[in-house]
């Protein structure tokens, strides 16, 4: 375990769901992120949030819909999917300052049907 | 805007070779760099973390350098094992307010 903790593992759910993604951190880490990993896709950031405050948006459909109650938990929150976004969704945390990197969890495998 | 390149894709060498992975980063002013390892489906492995300020880590058999001013970083792996087979991802931190920027990777297969 990396400090993140991701659930579910893996997840399977049709395009009228909604089901939620969660991201918990205990590192005392004040920036969460969201990435997505598409299969033979490099990764794509598509929320940050720093100190509980959404400071990226990188032009992520309204389906998604992330919330961080505060800065140990991050929430994605999912609604009316399509096939294309079954990928790997992975969290990530970071500290303030240049001795920290980020740390990732170890993603939710999310298949759309 | 800051770009990362990976350079090779793809590489397979036989056990106990010593390699070399290479990363280049188009704008020099950089927070730091981080290298990580994804193995198959899985998530992001931080191995080391170079600070603006430093030229190199080492931890076990890695070693990473970073050359700012010429835009480059170099993870080296000695004595491969087949368990170092993944895919290996170079990041540039562009500034404390800016995300990471990942290259695509380099995938390492390693031969017993």
């Known amino acids: 375990e990396t400090g993140v903790t991701q659930t579910p593992r893996h997840l399977v759910m049709g395009m009228t769901n909604k089901k939620s993604l969660k991201c918990e951190q205990h590192?005392?880490?004040?920036?969460m992120y969201w990435y997505k990993q598409s299969a033979k896709k490099p990764l794509e950031l598509m929320f940050v949030?720093?100190?509980?405050?959404?400071?990226e948006n990188n032009s992520v459909p309204s389906r998604f819909s992330p919330e961080c109650p505060n800065s140990s938990h991050l929430f994605l929150h999912l609604h009316t999917l399509q096939p294309e976004d079954s990928a790997l969704y992975l969290c990530?945390?970071?500290?303030?300052?240049?001795?920290?990197?980020?740390?990732f969890g170890s993603g939710t495998r999310l298949t759309v049907v | 805007k800051q770009e990362v390149t990976q350079i090779p894709a793809a590489l397979s060498v036989p056990e106990g070779e010593n390699l070399v992975l290479n990363c280049s980063f188009t704008?020099?002013?950089?927070?730091?760099l981080q290298w990580f390892r994804q193995d198959p489906g899985k998530g992001l492995t931080s191995l080391l973390l170079?600070?603006?300020?430093?030229r190199e880590q080492t931890s076990g058999r890695l070693n990473a350098s970073l050359d700012k001013s010429s835009g480059r970083s170099t993870l080296y792996i000695a004595a491969s094992q087949p368990g170092d087979s993944a895919t290996y991802l170079c990041?540039?931190?562009?500034?404390?307010?800016?995300?990471?920027?990942f290259g695509k990777g380099t995938r390492l297969s390693v031969i017993a």
């Open positions: 990530a945390s970071r500290g303030q300052g240049t001795g920290y990197g980020y740390t």
């Open positions: 590192l005392g880490h004040n920036a």
């Open positions: 949030y720093n100190f509980k405050e959404q400071t």
């Open positions: 704008d020099s002013a950089i927070y730091n």
């Open positions: 170079i600070q603006s300020s430093q």
């Open positions: 990041a540039a931190h562009p500034s404390g307010n800016t995300p990471l920027v």
